[in-house]
T-cell receptor
Framework: GESVGLHLPTLSVQEGDNSIINCAYSNSASDYFIWYKQESGKGPQFIIDIRSNMDKRQGQRVTVLLNKTVKHLSLQIAATQPGDSAVYFC????????FGAGTTVTVRA | KAGVTQTPRYLIKTRGQQVTLSCSPISGHRSVSWYQQTPGQGLQFLFE???????NKGNFPGRFSGRQFSNSRSEMNVSTLELGDSALYLCASAPDTGELFFGEGSRLTVL
Protein backbone atom coordinates (compact mmCIF):
# COMPACT_ATOMS: atom_id res chain seq x y z
CA GLY A 1 0.00 0.00 0.00
CA GLU A 2 0.96 3.65 -0.19
CA SER A 3 3.32 4.98 2.40
CA VAL A 4 2.56 8.62 1.81
CA GLY A 5 -0.74 10.35 2.42
CA LEU A 6 -2.25 13.81 2.58
CA HIS A 7 -4.48 15.00 5.36
CA LEU A 8 -7.12 16.81 3.32
CA PRO A 9 -8.39 16.11 -0.18
CA THR A 10 -9.41 19.72 -0.81
CA LEU A 11 -8.33 23.17 0.28
CA SER A 12 -10.04 26.45 -0.57
CA VAL A 13 -8.00 29.59 0.00
CA GLN A 14 -8.55 33.27 -0.58
CA GLU A 15 -6.26 34.90 -3.12
CA GLY A 16 -3.39 36.57 -1.32
CA ASP A 17 -3.60 34.34 1.74
CA ASN A 18 -1.03 31.71 2.62
CA SER A 19 -1.78 28.04 1.94
CA ILE A 20 -0.59 25.09 3.96
CA ILE A 21 -0.83 21.57 2.58
CA ASN A 22 0.00 18.69 4.86
CA CYS A 23 1.31 15.21 4.26
CA ALA A 24 2.07 12.26 6.52
CA TYR A 25 4.39 9.40 5.69
CA SER A 26 4.83 6.06 7.38
CA ASN A 27 8.33 4.91 6.43
CA SER A 28 10.73 6.30 9.00
CA ALA A 29 13.65 5.30 6.77
CA SER A 30 12.52 7.66 4.01
CA ASP A 31 15.12 10.30 3.28
CA TYR A 32 13.95 12.19 0.21
CA PHE A 33 10.62 13.90 -0.31
CA ILE A 34 9.26 15.92 -3.19
CA TRP A 35 6.22 18.11 -3.71
CA TYR A 36 4.58 18.14 -7.14
CA LYS A 37 1.89 20.34 -8.63
CA GLN A 38 -0.44 18.99 -11.27
CA GLU A 39 -2.65 21.29 -13.29
CA SER A 40 -5.60 20.01 -15.25
CA GLY A 41 -4.50 18.14 -18.37
CA LYS A 42 -0.83 18.26 -17.49
CA GLY A 43 1.75 16.04 -15.90
CA PRO A 44 3.08 16.62 -12.37
CA GLN A 45 5.49 19.51 -12.09
CA PHE A 46 8.33 19.57 -9.56
CA ILE A 47 7.89 22.28 -6.92
CA ILE A 48 10.45 21.66 -4.23
CA ASP A 49 12.24 18.81 -2.52
CA ILE A 50 13.80 18.13 0.85
CA ARG A 51 16.13 15.52 2.25
CA SER A 52 15.86 14.04 5.70
CA ASN A 53 18.95 15.88 6.96
CA MET A 54 17.00 19.14 6.66
CA ASP A 55 13.98 20.52 8.53
CA LYS A 56 13.11 23.31 6.18
CA ARG A 57 13.75 24.38 2.64
CA GLN A 58 12.59 27.49 0.86
CA GLY A 59 11.94 28.24 -2.75
CA GLN A 60 10.18 31.01 -4.55
CA ARG A 61 6.97 31.58 -2.55
CA VAL A 62 7.10 28.01 -1.30
CA THR A 63 8.51 26.44 1.84
CA VAL A 64 8.64 22.77 2.74
CA LEU A 65 8.87 21.71 6.36
CA LEU A 66 9.85 18.24 7.45
CA ASN A 67 9.17 16.88 10.92
CA LYS A 68 10.83 13.49 11.16
CA THR A 69 9.68 12.93 14.73
CA VAL A 70 6.03 12.71 13.69
CA LYS A 71 6.73 11.78 10.06
CA HIS A 72 5.03 14.82 8.67
CA LEU A 73 5.81 17.30 5.94
CA SER A 74 4.02 20.37 4.78
CA LEU A 75 4.08 22.72 1.83
CA GLN A 76 3.48 26.38 2.47
CA ILE A 77 2.59 28.68 -0.39
CA ALA A 78 2.88 32.38 0.32
CA ALA A 79 0.47 34.91 -1.14
CA THR A 80 -1.54 32.30 -3.03
CA GLN A 81 -2.42 33.27 -6.59
CA PRO A 82 -5.08 31.98 -9.01
CA GLY A 83 -2.33 30.17 -10.90
CA ASP A 84 -1.68 28.09 -7.81
CA SER A 85 -5.00 26.28 -8.28
CA ALA A 86 -4.01 22.68 -8.93
CA VAL A 87 -3.66 19.29 -7.29
CA TYR A 88 -0.63 19.02 -5.02
CA PHE A 89 1.08 15.74 -4.30
CA CYS A 90 3.74 14.86 -1.82
CA UNK A 91 5.94 11.97 -2.83
CA UNK A 92 8.59 9.86 -1.21
CA UNK A 93 11.49 8.81 -3.42
CA UNK A 94 13.70 5.81 -3.10
CA UNK A 95 14.08 4.04 -6.43
CA UNK A 96 10.60 5.24 -7.41
CA UNK A 97 8.13 7.90 -6.41
CA UNK A 98 5.39 6.87 -4.00
CA PHE A 99 2.71 9.50 -4.22
CA GLY A 100 0.09 10.55 -1.75
CA ALA A 101 -3.54 10.92 -2.84
CA GLY A 102 -3.28 14.65 -3.57
CA THR A 103 -4.87 17.84 -2.29
CA THR A 104 -6.92 19.96 -4.67
CA VAL A 105 -6.27 23.62 -4.00
CA THR A 106 -8.84 26.13 -5.19
CA VAL A 107 -8.01 29.82 -5.01
CA ARG A 108 -10.97 32.16 -4.47
CA ALA A 109 -10.77 35.60 -6.05
CA LYS B 1 15.59 22.54 -23.86
CA ALA B 2 12.65 20.40 -24.92
CA GLY B 3 10.69 18.64 -22.21
CA VAL B 4 9.47 15.09 -22.01
CA THR B 5 7.31 14.29 -25.03
CA GLN B 6 4.64 11.62 -24.97
CA THR B 7 2.65 10.32 -27.91
CA PRO B 8 -0.15 9.89 -28.56
CA ARG B 9 -1.82 12.31 -26.16
CA TYR B 10 -5.21 10.64 -26.41
CA LEU B 11 -6.36 7.28 -27.67
CA ILE B 12 -9.36 5.01 -27.49
CA LYS B 13 -9.15 1.24 -27.62
CA THR B 14 -11.52 -1.64 -27.04
CA ARG B 15 -11.17 -4.50 -24.61
CA GLY B 16 -8.76 -7.17 -25.75
CA GLN B 17 -6.72 -4.88 -27.94
CA GLN B 18 -3.17 -3.85 -27.25
CA VAL B 19 -1.61 -0.41 -27.13
CA THR B 20 1.87 1.07 -27.42
CA LEU B 21 2.75 4.43 -25.90
CA SER B 22 5.89 6.38 -26.66
CA CYS B 23 8.06 8.67 -24.57
CA SER B 24 10.98 10.85 -25.62
CA PRO B 25 12.96 11.99 -22.56
CA ILE B 26 14.78 15.23 -22.08
CA SER B 27 18.03 15.23 -24.03
CA GLY B 28 20.80 13.72 -21.94
CA HIS B 29 18.46 11.91 -19.55
CA ARG B 30 19.06 8.19 -19.42
CA SER B 31 16.38 7.18 -16.93
CA VAL B 32 12.77 6.85 -18.03
CA SER B 33 10.00 5.88 -15.65
CA TRP B 34 6.35 5.16 -16.32
CA TYR B 35 3.43 5.84 -14.00
CA GLN B 36 -0.27 5.13 -14.22
CA GLN B 37 -2.72 7.69 -12.87
CA THR B 38 -6.35 6.83 -12.14
CA PRO B 39 -8.94 8.54 -9.94
CA GLY B 40 -9.21 5.47 -7.74
CA GLN B 41 -5.59 4.41 -7.32
CA GLY B 42 -3.80 7.71 -7.85
CA LEU B 43 -0.29 7.70 -9.26
CA GLN B 44 1.35 4.31 -9.32
CA PHE B 45 4.79 3.28 -10.49
CA LEU B 46 4.94 0.89 -13.43
CA PHE B 47 8.64 0.53 -14.25
CA GLU B 48 11.88 2.35 -14.84
CA UNK B 49 14.43 1.92 -17.59
CA UNK B 50 18.02 3.05 -17.53
CA UNK B 51 20.48 2.54 -20.36
CA UNK B 52 18.11 0.14 -22.14
CA UNK B 53 17.66 -2.07 -19.07
CA UNK B 54 14.67 -2.33 -16.78
CA UNK B 55 16.08 -1.17 -13.48
CA ASN B 56 12.96 -1.28 -11.33
CA LYS B 57 9.44 -2.62 -11.62
CA GLY B 58 6.17 -1.93 -9.86
CA ASN B 59 3.31 -4.27 -9.01
CA PHE B 60 1.53 -4.52 -12.32
CA PRO B 61 0.64 -7.68 -14.23
CA GLY B 62 2.76 -8.97 -17.05
CA ARG B 63 0.37 -7.42 -19.59
CA PHE B 64 2.27 -4.21 -18.93
CA SER B 65 5.69 -4.13 -20.48
CA GLY B 66 8.18 -1.63 -21.71
CA ARG B 67 11.49 -1.11 -23.36
CA GLN B 68 14.09 1.54 -23.89
CA PHE B 69 16.11 2.21 -27.00
CA SER B 70 19.72 3.28 -27.34
CA ASN B 71 18.65 6.90 -27.76
CA SER B 72 16.83 6.65 -24.38
CA ARG B 73 13.39 6.84 -25.97
CA SER B 74 11.02 4.44 -24.31
CA GLU B 75 7.83 2.64 -25.16
CA MET B 76 5.35 0.88 -22.98
CA ASN B 77 2.90 -1.72 -24.15
CA VAL B 78 -0.30 -2.99 -22.63
CA SER B 79 -1.71 -6.17 -24.08
CA THR B 80 -5.21 -7.62 -23.77
CA LEU B 81 -6.65 -4.35 -22.59
CA GLU B 82 -9.20 -4.29 -19.79
CA LEU B 83 -11.65 -1.56 -18.87
CA GLY B 84 -9.61 -0.88 -15.73
CA ASP B 85 -6.59 0.04 -17.83
CA SER B 86 -8.26 3.33 -18.70
CA ALA B 87 -5.91 5.90 -17.22
CA LEU B 88 -3.45 8.66 -17.78
CA TYR B 89 -0.04 7.12 -18.46
CA LEU B 90 2.80 9.40 -17.47
CA CYS B 91 6.40 9.19 -18.47
CA ALA B 92 9.14 10.85 -16.46
CA SER B 93 12.82 11.25 -17.24
CA ALA B 94 15.84 11.92 -15.08
CA PRO B 95 19.59 12.17 -15.65
CA ASP B 96 20.09 9.14 -13.41
CA THR B 97 18.27 9.30 -10.10
CA GLY B 98 16.59 12.15 -8.30
CA GLU B 99 14.37 14.83 -9.74
CA LEU B 100 11.94 13.45 -12.28
CA PHE B 101 10.54 15.55 -15.10
CA PHE B 102 7.12 14.45 -16.27
CA GLY B 103 5.51 14.61 -19.67
CA GLU B 104 1.89 15.57 -20.14
CA GLY B 105 0.76 12.00 -20.42
CA SER B 106 -1.13 9.74 -22.76
CA ARG B 107 -4.78 9.39 -21.87
CA LEU B 108 -6.04 5.91 -22.69
CA THR B 109 -9.71 5.07 -22.76
CA VAL B 110 -10.71 1.42 -23.02
CA LEU B 111 -14.27 0.74 -24.19
Amino acid sequence: GESVGLHLPTLSVQEGDNSIINCAYSNSASDYFIWYKQESGKGPQFIIDIRSNMDKRQGQRVTVLLNKTVKHLSLQIAATQPGDSAVYFCAEYDYKLSFGAGTTVTVRA
Amino acid sequence: KAGVTQTPRYLIKTRGQQVTLSCSPISGHRSVSWYQQTPGQGLQFLFEYFSETQRNKGNFPGRFSGRQFSNSRSEMNVSTLELGDSALYLCASAPDTGELFFGEGSRLTVL
